[in-house]
């Protein structure tokens, strides 16, 4: 606004000024006083002097606003960062790296995978508002856990303390038997795979997408991921193939595409802990049972001994969980197999199920 003004002011100024010294040059002439050359002289010089000042209003704008985005940094600087590393922090060790220091391994490759403990959790993302209310359970180390219940009931809520995006007010987060607020939050971190339910892709070719899960992956790498994911006849049928534009957000390709997509990526990463949350949840039934198969033979592998959590309203997609844990309010309900929840006289994942 302040730049509008100043434009429109000088604007209106030098086309008055500048009209009248024609006008005065124009009578000075008809006087004799002045030759043609003085009226080009006068002209000149006005529009010498108006760019300049011109030009003084648009650095004056600039100026204003690198000041404004300054402050805004500065504030931005100001804000706690609330998670961070403790003083000696404990670096989480690869399955592999621990397998290789242990003289016992579960007779798979020699891959020790995780086991994540929640233990007395209580937390809201408000003071006022409490998600979970001293939740207690087990996800058992290289076995497909599901979490289910109704909406709000703090389902994903498990994965963000999990990934240490917020620490519990209070009990404690354990994996591999240590204190998350021990572990050092990039190896925490880098052991941790997410299929989120609306997967963030950035408008690029569908290969630099792929690569975000691992930057540093080869080609070959990359290439392998996708056919895992399968999604290499979809890759076929484009005319630019991976160099394809996926668009704003992944718009310009269909929502079974995106989620391979993030499969693809996690496949990639490589991680011993596995999160789903509501992976399937946009998707018709035919693309929801292809993604589910590309997820069982990626993750329930005898080569893969991955400890996967799913996060799912449609229980269809857990039904073959080894454990599901039911939350209700924040609080675990009931714990136990599809079977077991079932044949459980006033079960609410019966009630669910039903």
């Known amino acids: 606004q302040s730049l509008a003004f100043l434009n429109s002011g000088q604007n209106l100024i030098f086309t008055s000024a500048l009209t009248l010294m024609m006008y005065m040059g124009c009578k000075g002439i008809l006087l004799g006083d002045y030759s043609v050359g003085d009226l080009v002289l006068i002209n000149q010089l006005v529009f010498q002097l108006s760019v300049p000042l011109n030009f003084l209003g648009s650095v004056y704008r600039e100026l204003k606003q690198s000041l404004i985005d300054m402050e805004s940094l500065f504030k931005i600087q100001t804000n706690e960062v609330k998670i961070q590393n403790c003083e000696n922090p404990v670096k989480l060790l690869t399955p592999a790296e621990r397998a290789q220091g242990s003289n016992k391994a579960d007779g798979s490759n020699g891959i020790i995978p995780f086991e994540i403990r929640f233990?007395?959790?209580t937390f809201g993302y408000t003071p006022e508002r409490k998600i979970l209310?001293?939740?207690?359970?087990?996800?058992?180390?290289?076995?497909?856990?599901?979490?289910?219940?109704?909406?709000?009931s703090g389902k994903s809520t498990i994965l963000k303390l999990a990934f240490r995006f917020y620490d519990p007010q209070?009990?404690?987060?354990?994996?591999?038997?240590?204190?998350?607020?021990?572990?050092?939050?990039?190896?925490?971190?880098?052991?941790?795979?997410?299929?989120?339910?609306?997967?963030?892709?950035?408008?690029?070719?569908?290969?630099?997408n792929v690569k975000f899960g691992r930057i540093d992956a080869s080609k070959e790498e990359i290439s392998q991921a996708i056919e895992k994911a399968q999604?290499?006849?979809?890759?076929?049928?484009?005319?630019?193939?991976?160099?394809?534009?996926?668009?704003?957000?992944?718009?310009?390709?269909?929502?079974?595409?995106?989620q391979r997509l993030?499969?693809?990526?996690?496949?990639?990463?490589?991680?011993?802990?596995?999160?789903?949350?509501?992976?399937?949840?946009?998707?018709?039934?035919?693309t929801e049972q292809a993604i589910l198969k590309t997820i069982k033979q990626n993750f329930?592998?005898?080569?893969?001994?991955?400890?996967?959590?799913?996060?799912?309203?449609?229980?269809?997609?857990?039904?073959?969980?080894?454990?599901?844990?039911?939350?209700?309010?924040g609080r675990v309900k009931e714990q136990g197999s599809h079977q077991e929840l079932l044949n459980t006289e006033g079960s609410l994942y019966k009630d669910l199920w039903n």
Do not use: C, W
Request: hydrophobic share 40%; net charge negative.
């Open 231 to 258: 999604m290499n006849k979809f890759i076929e049928k484009l005319p630019k193939g991976l160099e394809t534009i996926v668009g704003e957000r992944g718009l310009m390709i269909s929502g079974g595409e995106k």
């Open 119 to 121: 233990e007395n959790v």
């Open 133 to 152: 209310h001293n939740a207690s359970f087990t996800i058992p180390a290289g076995l497909k856990t599901a979490s289910v219940g109704p909406s709000g």
């Open 300 to 329: 329930k592998s005898e080569e893969n001994r991955t400890t996967s959590v799913y996060i799912a309203h449609r229980l269809r997609s857990i039904a073959d969980a080894d454990k599901i844990i039911v939350l209700e309010n």
């Open 170 to 208: 209070e009990g404690k987060i354990f994996i591999d038997g240590k204190d998350v607020k021990t572990l050092d939050l990039d190896s925490l971190r880098r052991q941790i795979g997410v299929v989120p339910q609306d997967s963030p892709l950035f408008n690029d070719t569908i290969y630099e």
């Open 262 to 286: 993030a499969i693809a990526r996690v496949l990639l990463k490589n991680t011993p802990i596995m999160f789903f949350d509501e992976a399937t949840s946009a998707l018709d039934t035919q």
